[in-house]
């Protein structure tokens, strides 16, 4: 496991659906690992972990724990991340953190490696990881934007209820099963599991991901609107998103319309420009019915498009439909990757 001219990692949060995800797509794409540290709460500390068949007893996260670290993983939710992030940074480790609690900061940079790396150089210690449904949509429009302009986009999500915890996951599973027992059931997690109220998933779509702001849009999607302005560099950019969650276990599904500044552009030239885009795989060919779809894209680390098309009325205007695993390219791997760039440019002591 450990590599001599590795670094020493830490993945907070390690117990949890993402940090785990963290930990094997560290392994699985062999990051340079000299010491792996893996932190939780206190609940979770002296729980043993095999890892890539050493075994690793699970320490309580606090400012100590930190001496040494060169690179921190963070996926244990937004306090943590407030509380113990800067603490990492002053031990001297670079933080790449998986919560919302720095995305907005101007001073910390949001990033997808394909899509803006060079905002890395501008690191002051911590990197921000976007929302899940961000980043699979960015990642499928940088190429659009760099080579025709991007004006307008509007989203509407499908998104799988491992976005919400794996007890959301084990909530479907286990409503699916006493719906079809005629068994009665109560619902505790979604939409949210501190509102007051709770809703049925299995066989439902619930339009309502986060919390509801004062405009009547949910935080969610407040994420996706404002993220996609900080990542592209476009505050002018007009972005709009409606989030809904379906009851698929894992892979977020989106509906993109959006809007270039060119003209004569086809859909094909959409196509070909994607096929060979960084991260992206081109899954479009309706006449054999190829197209995205979550069931395929578990365990990918790509963000799949297909169902590419001009709009009928709008001729700046294409539509597309984007698909990824959520805890992989919309966690665990995009954070992976911001490691691997930081190493990349040197940006690691």
């Not at 963070?74 to 995305?103: H, I, M, Q, W, Y």
Request: hydrophobic residues 40%; glycine residues 8%; negative net charge.
């Amino acid at each position: 496991m450990s590599q001599q001219n590795g670094f020493h990692v830490a993945v907070v949060g390690a117990t949890g659906a993402v940090g785990q995800q963290m930990i094997q797509t560290l392994i699985k794409e062999n990051f340079p690992i000299s010491k792996l540290t893996l932190l939780s709460s206190a609940r979770s500390a002296g729980k043993k972990m095999n890892v890539n068949g050493q075994e690793y007893t699970i320490q309580e996260a606090k400012p100590e724990s930190f001496k040494g670290v060169e690179i921190a993983l963070f996926s244990a939710g937004g306090s943590v991340s407030k509380e113990l992030g800067p603490e990492a940074v002053r031990c001297g480790a670079v933080v790449v953190d998986n919560t919302s609690a720095f995305r907005m900061d101007a001073k910390i940079p949001l990033v997808v490696p394909e899509v803006n790396e060079v905002d890395l150089h501008n690191h002051n210690g911590i990197i921000a990881n976007p929302n899940c449904s961000t980043i699979q949509m960015v990642v499928a429009l940088e190429p659009i934007r760099q080579k025709f302009g991007l004006k307008k986009v509007i989203v509407s999500t499908y998104q799988a209820v491992s976005g919400a915890g794996a007890a959301a996951v084990d909530e479907l599973m286990e409503q699916t099963q006493s719906i079809l027992n005629n068994q009665e059931y109560e619902p505790k997690i979604l939409p949210v599991k501190s509102g007051k109220n709770h809703y049925q998933i299995a066989f439902n779509a619930i339009p309502q991901i986060d919390e509801f702001a004062e405009n009547g849009y949910t935080y969610e999607e407040m994420k996706m609107i404002n993220e996609t302005k900080k990542i592209m560099h476009l505050p002018e950019l007009k972005v709009s998103a409606t989030c809904v969650r379906l009851p698929v276990a894992v892979g977020h599904s989106e509906s993109v319309y959006f809007e270039i500044e060119a003209d004569n552009v086809s859909a094909n030239d959409i196509k070909v420009l994607l096929k060979d885009a960084p991260g992206i795989v081109l899954q479009d060919d309706p006449e054999n019915q190829l197209y995205p779809m979550p069931v395929n894209c578990v365990g990918k680390n790509d963000v799949f498009v297909g169902r590419i098309r001009k709009d009928i009325d709008e001729g700046r205007g294409f539509h597309m439909w984007v698909v990824s695993d959520n805890l992989l390219k919309g966690a665990a791997w995009n954070s992976v990757q911001i490691a691997e760039s930081l190493v990349k440019l040197g940006l690691v002591k």
